[in-house]
Structure formats: C-alpha cells, structure tokens
C-alpha cells in the first residue's frame, strides 16, 4: 500500500462544513483500507461559522426559516432538531421562525466538531491548520499549498472553499479614514461610531439591512441613509410560503429546449416562469407589484408588508426554481447570460433573498421616523476634509454629507485582481485558474474542477461556494452550498477509490 492520499480543504465556512461530512460520510461508507488525511487550512480562529454565521448581534437573522436550514440535504431540520435539543429545550425559549445567524454557526461547529470524530478513525485522518493559503504550485501531480508563514505541503487534491470575493471599491475609498470596507462583524466595525453621527452606507440590500438594524441595536440617533443605484430594498418574506412543485418550468421541458438548439434562450425560461406564476392565481400580480416604478423604498415596503400575509406563495415558485437553476443558468448562451446579469441579476436577487418580515418591520418604523432614508442614483462619493460627499444623479439634489461610510455592497460577482485575495491573485497570476466573464473562476459544470489558462479542468483542484459563481449563478445559499458540497464529495470519493485501485494494479 502507497501512503495514500492527501487532500486538503482551503477554507473553513459553511461549504466547508457540508462537505466535509460528506466526504467522511461516504469513505466510510467505501469501507475501503485507503488512508486518506484531510487537512482543513483556515485562516481565521474557528472552523464552521466563516463570514455569514460568526458571532455578532442576535438581530442578524437567517434569512430563509430556520427550520428549512440544514448542512444535511437529506434531513431539511437537522438545524432545527439540534436547536430544540440542544439551545431550546435549557432556555425554556419558544424557537423563532428566523433564528440569529450566530445559533447557525454554532451548529455548523457542532457539525463539524461530530464529524472530525468520524473522521480520527483509522483509515481516515483529519486536522485543522489554523493559516492562510497564499500560494500554489503544481509539481508532477501533486498540488503544493504554501501557507501565509511560509510551511509547504503536498496534496493529491485540493479543493477551494473560499467562500465571498471581497467586495468592490466603486469609489476608491479602500484607506480612507472613516470609511469601512467589510462590515462584518458588524459588533466591531460599528464600534468606533458614536450614536449621533450621519451614517451612509453603499448599497440597499441585506448588507445593508443587518447594519441599519444593527445600528438601531447599539441605539444609534444619527441619521442613517442607504445610498444605491436602484434604491432597491430587499423583498419581504411573505408568513405561508408553502412548497411549490414545478408544472411548466421543469427539468425535463428545459432539457427538451437544449436538445433542439444546444443551449436554451432566455425568453423561452421567462416564457416557462410566466407560465408557472400564471398557474397560480394571483401570484404574477403580486411579483409585478414589487417594482413599482416612481414609488419610494418606504412606500413598497409599506406595500409588501400589507401583502405578507397572502395566501398566494408566489416566493415558493422562486424557491421551488432551485432544483434546476444551475442547469437553465449552464444552458443559456453566452449573450443571454450577460443580457440576464446586465438587466435581471440585480433585481432577481431582492427578489430571491427576501428579509424576514420581523426585521422588515423595524426597517419599516425606521424609515417611517424618519431616522432611515434610502437614496436611490447613487453617482459618486468623495472623502474632503473628514467627512463623505455623496453625490446622486438627481440634479436638484445637492451632495449629502456622511461622517461615515459602511460599504454594505456585499460579496462581488465579479474578481477584480487587486481586490481580490493573496491565494486568488496568485491562482490567476500563474494560470491555474481565470476570470469567469460572469463571476468568479472558470470552473467545469459537471465536476467543479478548476480550468486552468490553457482550458485544462484540473480534476485534483476543485472548487465550491461562491467562487464558482459564473458556473452556477446561484451560490449564496446554504442549500445550494450542501447540495454541490455532496456531490463533489460523491466524486471526488469515488475518484480516491479509483486511484488506488490504479496504484494498487487491482485495474
Ligand atoms: C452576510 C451573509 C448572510 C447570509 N445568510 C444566509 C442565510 O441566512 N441563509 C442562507 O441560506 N444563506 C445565507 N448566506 C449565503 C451562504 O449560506 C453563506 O454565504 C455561506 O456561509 C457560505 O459559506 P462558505 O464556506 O462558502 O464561505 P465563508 O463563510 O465565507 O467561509 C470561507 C472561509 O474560508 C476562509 N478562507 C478564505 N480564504 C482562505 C485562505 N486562502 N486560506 C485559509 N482560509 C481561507 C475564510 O476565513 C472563511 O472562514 C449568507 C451570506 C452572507 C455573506
């Protein structure tokens, strides 16, 4: 027997998590004699909670029902069952419908923490390396990985999980003193700001949203603005979304639609979708009403709160579309994709990731005092004499001042070298890796495997979770995250199988 393999994981959020017990899951399951060590590199101090589950204010909620959230496909309220078990049940409490994302992260540790157990067991072996990847080099057939203090090590496979490109810098103020790039977590940045300062922020989303509430937390009086292009809140979550199925928009008619052309056109999905909303009284209606052309943030606020409570689930036909939007977004061709993110992507997304209405309501009262206004053509923002001038396309309108700026842009679709992290620069600088034109790295759809310059799908390097967004389009959900982190497991075990089964002349 060789010395088996080596494989390590960059990275330790959420995609981490997932895959990481589905990889321990089915080479146990192999019950093949293969000794595989599992090396985990994470930069930060914990494995588990990463960027979106850390801990911060319990008013930063999960934005999907928290008995829907799961790293385990199979089991949709495994988080759900661990919170009765293990948080619920000594706290007496009453179990909320959003949980604070920080409870999220525990359980993703706890998760984690389980499958490490399995995973001591002879033939496996797993351990953690609290440092950060900076640098890769492809020696014969090996992935060497360097980390930040400079130890090397060698490994059969390696796969990225990364987690968010950083976000952009639209105005260049990266340096600028009161002007915060990355707010999370929100408890320290908001930290140096005293409670009666102008806030701005970039962006109108559910970054943006988790500040204002978290500000509102830390009783904030200073006024707080929003500053995007669009003006665009996120949706409201409405009370009784109930699970849709498909009737129109399904896998087999899009594959019908490939068949014929190759790829599929962006007005026959649209096509499909319409039909699918037509389906269900009442709900087109409704997801038309969202964008209200002329009315302000606060008035369809106001208006999707009044409307929460519908029977009509229109939200589920978007959730139900999950099963099948990696393939549709993979079938598309290359003009209607960027026609799709030129005109859609922006407005699809408050659609797709809608607030839990409990915090919509706060964003509500605050806009009604007064104390929240969300702004809409941002146009430019310029730091002179120590504070902001934010200037918006609205010529009567003159520059309005912040003492700061909180960029809440979220994580970037698209890499920007400079912005981007050591190890990605360095992917990109040495070819191992390129830009995909609509978001993250070149990855191959049906592996995960990352295409080098030369086209090369590098089965040994794989990538997951937002970092492939151009590959997927949607990646910024857990169960999107568990449900790629589970194939990828599936087979990259079968591929360790296969190795030494080769090595071993067993084929
Ligand atoms: C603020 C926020 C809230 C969200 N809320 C929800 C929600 O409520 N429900 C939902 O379904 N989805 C939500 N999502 C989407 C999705 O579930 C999360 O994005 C998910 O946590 C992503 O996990 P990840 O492991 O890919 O990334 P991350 O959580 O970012 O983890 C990546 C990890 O890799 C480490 N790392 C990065 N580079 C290196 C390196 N070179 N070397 C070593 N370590 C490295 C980082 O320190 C980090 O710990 C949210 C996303 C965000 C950003």
Known sequence: MDQG????????????????????????????????????????????????????????????????MSAIVENPSHFWSWYQDHILSRTHGKGEEFLPRSVFGQYLQEVFHQTMQLANREPLQAKIEYNEIVDVNKINRKIELITQSGESSLFDFVVLCTGHNPSRDPYQLKGTPRYNHQPYPLHETLESIRPDEEIGMIGSSLTAVDTALALQERKHQGRIRMFSRQGLLPSVRIKHAQPHQLRFLKREVVYQLVEKKGHVLLKELLRLLKQEFNSLEGSREMLLSQKTNGSTAMERLRQELSQSDTRVPWQSILTATNDIIEEMWHHLNAYDKRMFMERFHRYFMTIRNPMPIVNAERIYEMLRSGQLIVHKGLKSIRYWEGSFQVSLSEKSTLPITSDWIINATGPAQYIVEK?????????????????????????NFNTGAVISRDGYADLHFRALGQITCGTYYYTGSLEMIAKRSRKLARDLSHMIEDKVMVEQGVC
């Open 419 to 443: 912005q981007a992290s050591r190890l990605v620069q360095t992917l990109l600088a040495k070819g191992f890796a390129v830009k995909d034109p609509f978001g993250g790295i070149q990855t």
């Open 5 to 68: 393999v080596k494989m390590a994981i960059v990275g330790g959020g959420a995609a981490c998590v997932c895959y990481f017990h589905y990889l321990v899951k089915y080479l146990l399951q192999m019950r093949s004699p293969i000794r595989v060590e599992v090396t985990i590199f994470e930069k930060e101090k914990q494995v588990g909670p990463g960027l979106a589950y850390q801990k911060d204010y319990p008013i930063l909620r999960l934005n999907r029902s928290s008995q829907s």
